[in-house]
Nanobody
Framework: QVQLVESGGGLVQPGGSLRLACAAS??????MGWYRQAPGKERELVAR???????NYADSVKGRYTISRDNAKNTLYLQMNSLKPEDTAVYYC??????????WGQGTQVTVSS
């Protein structure tokens, strides 16, 4: 059974940092990524990383966020720096197995507010 369990969300002041983690189990994944969904908006891609460690980022987070993965631990990370109020959203872990099946975590809330 595939599981993606996110952790690390919370409340942070503008300019602060958070690190999200996604512990994956039940499969080996090719591409993994983070998406976010703010109230009243569609879910959007934040960052992705391939099995060969290529990465791509949404323009809105370039230079502030860093995605990484530890294949030995089957864990995905998202380091978020210089957070802004507009980064407030539920962040979802996404993973695509080599079978082509896509999986989602349950989401973790990130709130940036003073």
């Amino acid at each position: 059974q595939v599981q993606l369990v996110e952790s690390g969300g919370g409340l942070v002041q503008p300019g602060g940092s958070l690190r999200l983690a996604c512990a994956a189990s039940g499969s080996i994944f090719n591409t993994m990524g983070w998406y976010r969904q703010a109230p009243g908006k569609e879910r959007e891609l934040v960052a992705r990383i391939g099995s060969g460690s290529w990465t791509n980022y949404a323009d809105s987070v370039k230079g502030r966020y860093t995605i990484s993965r530890d294949n030995a631990k089957n864990t995905l990370y998202l380091q978020m720096n210089s957070l802004k109020p507009e980064d407030t959203a539920v962040y979802y872990c996404n993973a695509i197995a080599y079978t082509g099946i896509q999986y989602w975590g349950q989401g973790t809330q990130v709130t940036v507010s003073s």
